[in-house]
Structure formats: C-alpha cells, structure tokens
C-alpha cells in the first residue's frame, strides 16, 4: 500500500472517529433530532462547516505557540461549560413530546455553532492534531491537502447526519414517558461535559494540575 492509500484510510478513520466521539456536539445532535425531528439534527450536524475554517486558520498560525494559546483556549472552555449546562438543564425540564414547531423555530443550527465555537475539543484537535496533517499534506501536493479536509468533514459530518436520520426514525415509537426519560439521560451527559469542559479550563488556565 503507498503512502497516498494509506493516508486516505487515516483521513477516513479520523473524521469517522471525530464525527462518532461521544460529545457536546453529538449529543446535541440526538436531542435536537428527538425534540424537533430529524431536519433540526441535521441542521446541528452541520455546524462544523460554518465554525472549523476560522479554526483551521488559527490553528495553522499557532501550532508553534502552543503555551501562548492554553490561556485562550481555557477561556474558551470556560464560556463552553456554561453554555453546554444550559443546555443541559434545558433537556431535564423537558415533560413531554413537544407540539410541532415551523421549520427552524429550535434555533437548532444556531445552538450547534455556539457549541462547536466554545468548546476547546476542535481547536485542540485541530492545533495538535489536524493542522499538522494538513502541512504534511500539502507537502505532497495542494490537492492532497484539499483531499483530506474533503474526506475529514464528509466522514465527519456525515456519520453525524446518519445518527440524526436514525434517531429520527425511532422518534416516532417514543411514548411520552419515554421521551421524557431519553430527554433526561442526554441532558444530564450534556452537564457530565460541563463539568467535563470546566474541568480541561482549570486545566488549561493552570489551575488544577
């Protein structure tokens, strides 16, 4: 196998991994799609494309002042532990089956940019992981680095999609008490990543070890 093949399967593992890591974002995905149907989940799915370019960008510029950038990146995780608790508590006061809603009345897509944007994970994969695979990318050549983000955010992005469709499909056989009960399980992961994501800040800020 060349060195091409091979990192194509590699781009291909790593947006599938990325897109299928139990998450904010995922989760988010699951409870808009079972709150608002399967067209609010997919709206959540494809919040990476609007909120990963600036990312990228800054993350190719910093990946030689990584210490620089941990004060940043611990603010940002801060604002995302708030908000993903919000988040949280929203879908543990969930009692039934909402009425139907016009199309984009959830905000769905909006919910999904504010958390991809304020939570640490994409800028800390994209700083030490996925900006460096792009630079060794594009010393092949630019298309191979085209390729990759090509391949890294339709794995990414689709495998997130899929998971709105089929949890859109099982939506229709949830009974209001269960509802109520897979509202309550997602929105107490939601706080589990809160406390998850203050504790990366402390981290990040140097305050716990």
């Not at 790593?14 to 299928?20: D, V």
């Not at 988010?28 to 608002?36: C, D, F, G, H, N």
Request: proline letters at 5%; charged letters at 10%; one cysteine or more.
């Amino acid at each position: 196998m060349d060195a091409m093949a091979a990192g194509i399967i590699s781009w291909i593992v790593l947006g599938l991994s990325a897109g299928l890591a139990l998450g904010p974002l995922l989760t988010l995905v699951l409870t808009e799609t079972i709150r608002y149907g399967t067209r609010s989940g997919i709206r959540v799915s494809l919040a990476p494309l609007l909120t990963d370019l600036p990312i990228v960008v800054v993350s190719l510029f910093v990946m030689s002042r990584l210490s620089s950038f941990s004060g940043v990146l611990g603010t940002i995780s801060l604002f995302g532990a708030c908000f993903v608790a919000y988040l949280g508590v929203e879908s543990l006061r969930v009692r039934g089956l909402p009425l139907p809603e016009p199309p984009g009345s959830s905000h769905s897509l909006t919910k999904g940019v504010i958390t991809n944007l304020l939570n640490p994970h994409p800028y800390l994969f994209w700083t030490l992981v996925g900006a460096p695979m792009i630079v060794d990318a594009y010393g092949r050549s630019l298309c191979s680095a085209v390729l990759f983000l090509l391949i890294f955010y339709t794995m990414l992005v689709g495998s997130k999609i899929t998971l709105a469709v089929t949890a859109g499909k099982a939506r229709r056989f949830l009974l209001h008490g269960s509802y109520r009960i897979c509202m309550q399980v997602l929105g107490m992961l939601l706080l589990i990543f809160a406390v998850l994501l203050s504790r990366d800040a402390l981290r990040l800020l140097k305050i716990l070890g």
